[in-house]
């Protein structure tokens, strides 16, 4: 139990040191570095040592500064373990507010991602997270004994607004937290190996106490993903295998519209079966939606305040609707108008340096939640943040979701917004189809009550509102946005392509089908943003030199539809074991004596080879089709082969050749551990493939002249290898093959005897100072001298 | 007076492309898009400010060579801090690049960036 630990020091310790199967995943751009508990607690003592050498101790603060990854983790366990108050941030937290709270809190040092640039004038210790493995080399990793902290002792401090006044920096004492994760514990209880995946940002409570410290209890695997776009999460769940998420609802919602109408097992995999929820209100509907499909959707509510819980649904018992039944810990009592007062355990002691602020949240030692809600049967249900609330000229209540649920009950919104305006309500639309704002409003008023009349309405002229972090609408920037100029007026289109195009060139006047681009306003810049929006929404790849200065919009529509398709899913079953074995028989028993009966191979620098552990790439000139067996003879690791998508799998060509070229693409991914890879399905798609590839431990091979030779000659080198070898940190080893060409030529069917040889070259290892001064043909040009010259 | 110029620059010609665009258009452009124009050694770390004087530089380049591509054009910084600009010669055609020179500066809210190339012409 976790009270055995006494600490949550303790705990994180003894956790990381004998969880066997805890580890850390974090995907970026293609590939997913992994490390298990045991390698993380050398890191996070180099890391103390390090801490320490800086003359950074007890009491002492430190920012944490970023998205999450392994590193950040690093930090964070570091900082509780030798008993230093960590102040994690948002990535993107606002300039004005990072000047502020550094003053505030005066931290020490600041861990901070490479992408992120300091106020000017900031005098303090800055560390990129990108660089801290290096970093930490320089610092030897014994055991480092715990500086142990009092109950009381800050564990960190929590940001959660502050960008008018001043900032407001939640106190959470290790007490606090480690009330907060028993009550998770108890409520949750999966003593099973899941693998879990974490996509909220690390530095909110409610992801750092669902999403590593209770993983790294039960020691379940921890995945992190720097992309929130909803297609790389459905194919990062698939691909993993993961078991169970913790979402806000926004992307929930986001994922379900992307499932809409597909098969969700085929999508996701059938062991995707949990999904923990928190930082806004779940919809009843969505909730609903999910578990339809059999994946169970459990919402809690808290608050940072509360170290994220109050109350918690279980696998055990849950309701729809209702956020849970309150944690153990906590103390619940309703005030006078409803609003839920809280106390307990994991409530804050305050807020730092803000003494005001702190007296105002609590009301004789009840901490103020500012939510209005009721209970039932030990159910907490939520009605409305109280901040939210509209207050409207005759002084009567009005809650803004009452209004929403009726809007966007009409046919034709896709989400609405109400908000206070000249203390009428005003509501903000996004529509679909041809329906127009006013319409909408005389439906809604009719079904709403008197005190609710909506006054006025605006579209909102992007296709998604303004959102926090947590999926929650920003309203003051509706507010902000609307005061500030009706200049986005009314623009609802049927077409999606249009509504993209609108959204991204903001053109001012309506977009029509014989539309120039470039009179809407289209340069260089906005051609590659309309381009990147349209791939992300269409799953498409887009050739940007066929959009010019005639091209119109009609012409972009028709663009759409000859693009080329990206949404094609990874095949794991060459990769399963069983497989292997298959193949390998199939290898050692059919296809080596066959070459051997052929062909007699001369190998050369097979010492190069000798001392490689990691997947390696292994580029070489394609001759014949007994390349592959040739190669592999004699490579002991696990292989895939990049092949072309169109010729080998089918893809995109259409009739009687498709059935053939899939059933070649069955065979060849069965003996070959073959896959797609090339510009049919999109460079984005074929880069994500080789990734999972390399991940899953297979080295690659790949022919980049992209055919067979016709004349035994080598022929320019496609563009392909350098996007790989720019992406994928791995090894190259050039490969040229010989005489293969004479024993069975492109067009013959009928091998010849004769003799061949196969030159393995060194290595090459690419460093990122060297990647940073060349092209993408650079590096291809690059290799193909290496393989010319062997 | 024709010979004299002939003499003097054989079959050789120059070429410059110069590009002006906004800072603050790069305040909230999202990485995927970013990667589309650059690498991502050259957007590390890097402020709008920056962003903005590489997009110019590379704008400047195409204008010069309308046959380049983003990804054709790759700018480093020598450690004084003056860019470095290496090209793919493949997209030149017949054309080859005898030396190149790149500017890039910024001031309030703009970017700016100029660059020649002498070319021989094929």
């Known amino acids: 139990m976790v009270q055995d630990a006494y600490s949550i020091q303790k705990l994180v310790y003894l956790s990381l040191l004998k969880n066997k199967k805890l580890s850390f995943s974090h995907k970026t751009g293609y590939r997913t570095k992994s490390i298990n508990g045991q390698e993380l607690l050398k890191k996070i003592n180099a890391a103390r040592m390090m801490l320490k050498r800086y003359s950074i101790k007890k009491a002492d603060k430190v920012i944490i500064l970023g998205n999450s990854s392994i590193e950040w983790v690093t930090i964070y366990f570091a900082c509780i373990l030798s008993n230093i108050t960590a102040v994690p941030l948002d990535a993107l937290t606002d300039k004005t507010l990072l000047q502020k709270i550094c003053r505030q809190v005066e931290a020490k040092a600041v861990f901070q991602s490479i992408s992120i640039n300091l106020p000017a004038g900031a005098k303090i210790k800055s560390f990129y997270l990108e660089e801290l493995d290096d970093k930490l080399k320089e610092f030897k990793t014994g055991n480092v004994p715990i500086d142990n902290a009092n109950p009381e002792d800050p564990l960190e401090i929590q940001y959660t607004s502050g960008t008018t006044g001043d900032p407001k920096g939640v106190v959470l004492t290790h007490k606090n937290i480690l009330t907060a994760l028993q009550a998770a514990t108890d409520a949750l209880k999966l003593r099973i190996h899941l693998k879990f995946l974490n996509v909220l940002p690390l530095s909110h409570v409610f992801s750092q106490i669902m999403g590593i410290l209770l993983p790294v209890y039960y020691g379940y695997g921890i995945y992190f993903i720097d992309s929130i776009r909803p297609k790389k999460l459905i194919a990062f769940i698939r691909n993993k295998r993961i078991n169970a998420a913790i979402f806000v609802p926004g992307m929930l919602a986001a994922v379900k519209n992307d499932l809409e109408g597909k098969c969700v097992p085929c999508s996701l995999g059938i062991q995707f079966r949990l999904i923990g929820v928190g930082g806004a209100s779940l919809d009843i509907d969505l909730e609903k939606w999910w578990k339809r499909k059999m994946i169970m959707v459990l919402n809690g509510y808290g608050m940072t305040e509360t170290s994220s819980v109050i109350s918690l649904n279980t696998p055990f018992a849950s309701k729809a609707g209702s956020v849970g039944k309150i944690a153990q810990c906590v103390n619940v009592k309703l005030g006078e108008d409803g609003e839920i007062l809280v106390k307990g355990d994991n409530i804050t002691s305050g807020y730092y340096k803000n003494r005001e602020k702190t007296i105002s949240s609590f009301e004789n030692w009840w901490f103020k939640t500012g939510d209005v809600g009721y209970i039932k049967n030990g159910y907490l249900y939520i009605k409305e943040r109280k901040k939210d609330i509209i207050i409207t000229s005759s002084g009567l209540k009005a809650y803004p979701v009452d209004i929403e649920s009726v809007l966007n009950s009409i046919k034709g919104v896709k989400e609405s917004c109400a908000i206070q305006r000249n203390n009428k309500i005003h509501a903000v639309l996004i529509l679909e189809g041809k329906i127009k704002c006013e319409d909408v409003i005389k439906e809604a008023n009719a079904r709403l009550l008197s005190h609710q009349t909506i006054a006025g309405c605006s579209v909102w002229r992007d296709m998604q509102f303004p959102k926090t972090p947590t999926g929650k609408v920003k309203r003051f920037i509706l507010q902000q946005e609307l005061d500030k100029t009706d200049r986005h007026k009314k623009y609802a289109y049927e077409n999606k392509v249009y509504g993209l195009i609108h959204q991204v060139l903001d053109p001012g006047k309506e977009i029509k089908q014989n539309s120039k681009l470039v009179e809407l306003g289209m340069d260089s810049l906005k051609r590659v943003e309309m381009i990147s929006e349209l791939e992300k929404q269409f799953d498409v790849e887009i050739d940007e030199t066929r959009i010019d200065k005639n091209t119109t919009a009609l012409d972009i529509e028709k663009l759409m539809k000859e693009s080329r398709i990206t949404s094609i899913k990874f095949r794991a079953w060459p990769t399963m074991p069983f497989v292997r074995v298959f193949r390998h028989a199939l290898q050692v028993f059919l296809l080596f004596p066959l070459i051997r009966f052929f062909t007699r191979t001369e190998y050369k620098g097979l010492e190069n080879l000798a001392n490689i552990e990691e997947p390696v790439i292994i580029v070489s000139n394609h001759q014949s089709a007994f390349d592959i067996p040739v190669i592999t003879r004699r490579i002991k690791m696990p292989f895939a082969v990049a092949a072309h998508p169109e010729v080998v799998f089918g893809i995109g060509v259409g009739g009687i050749q498709k059935i053939l070229r899939k059933l070649l693409g069955y065979c060849s991914s069965f003996a070959y551990n073959a896959y797609p890879f090339g510009a049919a399905i999109g460079t984005g798609t074929s880069l994500e493939f080789t990734g999972e590839m390399i991940d899953r431990g297979f080295s690659i091979i790949l022919f980049p002249e992209g055919e067979r030779t016709p004349d035994g000659n080598i022929h320019d080198f496609k563009s392909g290898v350098g996007y790989i070898v720019a992406g994928m940190e791995a090894k190259v080893i050039p490969v040229r093959i010989n005489g293969l060409f004479e024993v069975l030529p492109r067009g013959s069917s009928i091998p010849r005897f004769g003799k061949t040889s196969v030159i393995f070259g060194k290595p090459i290892q690419f460093s990122s100072k060297q990647l940073s001064k060349m092209t993408y043909d650079g590096i291809t040009k690059l290799i193909e001298q290496k393989v010319r010259s062997l | ?122």
Request: glycine share 6%; proline share 2%; net charge positive.
């Open chain 2, 1 to 122: 007076m024709s010979n004299k110029q002939n003499t003097l620059f054989g079959n050789m010609d120059i070429k410059t492309g110069c590009d002006i665009v906004e800072i603050d258009r790069f305040r909230k452009t999202d990485k995927s898009s970013l990667l589309k124009i650059f690498y991502e050694s050259e957007i590390r770390n890097s402020r709008p400010e920056t962003l903005a004087g590489l997009f110019a530089a590379k704008e400047s380049c195409k204008k010069a060579f309308n046959s380049l591509r983003w990804h054709d054009i790759i700018i480093n910084k020598e450690k004084s801090g003056k860019p470095l600009l290496s090209i793919n010669k493949k997209q030149l055609g017949k054309n080859a690049v005898l030396s190149s020179d790149l500017s890039i500066s910024h001031d309030g809210s703009y970017a700016i960036a100029i660059v020649v190339f002498v070319v021989k012409k094929g």
